[in-house]
């Protein structure tokens, strides 16, 4: 696109906002007051899918470096080696969130750049400048770093020595690693997460088999080894353990003299209720338990829920007792990666064909009633626009555990687009506008209703390397093209910083926009 073109296109992104604005401004509308003055308002990503630099600053080869070269893993056979270059053009990508607007910005901290052999060799020292510059670069812009540890990407050489989360091993390496990071930056972050929804990935990585090391047995996937019904308790068994030392470490020894927060971050659909009968509403808490309460109510309570004990058996490790002192560091807040929603039937009182992803928890998820889909469907499968779903997550929260403080860790709408796909067509994501602009409103009624949310990042800054869905899957509040590796901000990005400088913003339609945008 040429630069006078291109003008253009900004020109009319703006005056779509501004009409849309004149024309609905009294139609329900979103105002950045409706959430508290100290809220953190920001956007996401992860190491692994914008970094690139895979081979360099001494860092080495990470279990999904390792992963993506081998051949059928990925949709279109495409890895993360360059990714955004993030690795070269971090400075600009900080320029991007002071453009936003933003207050805080999610990224994640890759292990094997700080540690590329875990705890059997050295601090790399480059890997620390890396992370330390982005941190610098933040807080001269006064954004907040809220950091994740541990973004699906660890040193491969764990995987490679004991089998990495299937082993209790880990714990002292993750320990390790989290110590690190503490001790290198935690004079400057004051948001840590432990974990980047460990839920879903082990599922995905133990359970279907799809990701790194692709571990199952039939009939949940095609694997080579593995144990579907054993292994993904055990390895969230040591997650939660992981999680549990490195909090212990933290409390112990930083968090007086660094005073910052630590917590976890869980993928939590919202279940509904398929049928008006009792037995669907235990099928959607069951749901829930197999989800969030997994792994926060031994974090938090102490335990794994009861309803996971009766199922599961045997097959669900114990806490000893030294372990269960252990959990007592707890959490100080909850990160809750919210995007969908799905009806559950249940399965316990009556049989069904159980769904491999959803059936331990013996309920039947499904994305339609009568014939018509809970939302409008967007480019993942299985991921509708549910605005209220948001709402019902967080009220959940904040009855199970006696509202901790929750921060909405990733939000976001993907659009299909490869390289075919026009910049033009990427760039006017009306869709996304609307997904923000609902999940918001919904997100502001649990606030109103005394829920104790303290940030919004949305997922994500950057068009990236969408893990086995490759460069197929777009989530960026900014365009990438990854030829020339040049960012463009989408109509969603200049409507984010129209909402966090204060405008008050009314509900977008499709075709009101593409009315305005066409005529100029
Ligand atoms: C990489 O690490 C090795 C030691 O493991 C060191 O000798 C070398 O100087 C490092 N390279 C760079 C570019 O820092
Ligand atoms: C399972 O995987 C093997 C080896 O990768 C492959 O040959 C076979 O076709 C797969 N089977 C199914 C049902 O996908
Ligand atoms: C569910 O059923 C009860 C009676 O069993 C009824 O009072 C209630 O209105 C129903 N709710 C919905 C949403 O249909
Ligand atoms: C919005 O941006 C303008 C221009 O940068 C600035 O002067 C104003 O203070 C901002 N308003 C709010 C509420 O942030």
């Known amino acids: 696109m040429g630069e006078k073109k291109k003008k253009n296109k900004m020109k009319c992104m703006l005056m779509a906002i501004m009409v849309l604005q004149m024309l609905f401004s009294h139609v329900s509308s979103l105002h950045r007051t409706q959430f508290p003055s100290t809220f953190l308002f920001g956007a996401a990503t992860s190491s692994y899918q914008i970094e690139g630099g895979y081979l360099e600053g001494n860092k080495s080869l990470s279990n999904w470096d390792v992963f993506t070269h081998m051949p059928g893993k990925i949709l279109d056979g495409s ?18 969130l002071d453009y936003l607007g933003v207050n805080s910005y999610r990224f994640s901290i890759s292990w094997a750049r700080i540690l590329p052999r875990g705890r059997f060799g050295e601090i790399n020292l480059e890997g620390i400048a890396f ?7 933040l807080l001269l812009k006064g954004i907040q770093p809220f950091v994740t540890l541990n973004h699906f990407d660890f040193p491969y050489e764990l995987e490679h020595r004991y ?3 299937l082993s209790s091993e880990i714990q002292k390496d993750f320990a390790y690693f989290a110590e690190v990071c503490f001790n290198a930056f935690g004079d400057r972050v004051k948001f840590w997460t432990t974990f980047n929804e460990p839920n879903l990935l082990i599922k995905f990585s133990y359970m279907i088999g799809v990701f790194p090391p692709c571990r199952c047995s039939k009939p949940f996937g095609n694997c080579t ?3 579907s019904a054993v292994e993904p308790y055990v390895v969230a068994h040591n997650v939660i353990l992981s999680h549990a030392t490195a909090v212990d470490v933290y409390r112990r020894k930083y968090q007086a003299k660094q005073g910052g927060s630590i917590g976890i971050v869980i993928a939590t659909k919202w279940y509904e209720p398929l049928r008006n009968i009792t037995e669907d509403y235990a099928a959607a808490q069951r749901a829930l338990s197999f989800e969030a309460a997994w792994f926060l109510d031994p974090i938090i309570n102490g335990d794994y829920p009861a309803e996971m004990r009766d199922i599961v058996g045997s097959n669900l490790p114990e806490f000893t007792p030294a372990e269960q002192r252990l959990l007592e560091s707890k959490l100080d807040f909850i990160g809750i990666n919210q995007y969908s929603s799905t009806y559950v039937r249940d399965c316990k009182y009556s049989s069904c064909q159980l769904d491999f ?8 998820a499904t994305d339609e009633r009568d014939g018509v889909p809970i939302g409008k469907p967007t480019a993942l499968s299985g991921i509708f626009v549910v605005p209220y779903g948001i709402e019902k997550v967080v009220m959940y929260m904040k009855q199970r555990y006696n509202n901790t403080p929750m921060y909405i860790t990733e939000n976001g709408y993907s659009q299909k687009g490869d390289s075919s796909t026009s910049m033009e067509e990427m760039v006017n994501d009306i869709e996304r506008v609307e997904f923000i602009h609902d999940y918001l409103s919904y997100l502001s009624n649990a606030i109103r209703q005394g829920a104790d ?10 068009d990236n390397f969408e893990w086995a869905f490759g460069y197929t899957i777009k989530f960026g509040l900014y365009y990438v093209d990854f030829d020339s590796q040049r960012r463009a901000p989408k109509l969603s990005a200049e409507w984010y910083k129209k909402f966090l400088n204060g405008s008050n913003l009314p509900k977008v339609k499709e075709d009101d926009a593409k009315l305005v945008c066409s005529s100029s």
């Open 225 to 227: 080894s593995g144990d």
């Open 131 to 137: 992370y330390s510059n982005i941190i610098d670069a």
């Open 357 to 364: 992803y959803e059936g331990n928890a013996l309920v039947f």
């Open 79 to 96: 890895n993360g080696d360059v990714a955004d270059d993030h690795y070269h053009l971090y400075t600009e990508d900080v320029e991007l």
């Open 163 to 165: 089998g990495a989360w």
């Open 453 to 462: 949310v303290r940030g919004y990042f949305i997922w994500s800054l950057l």
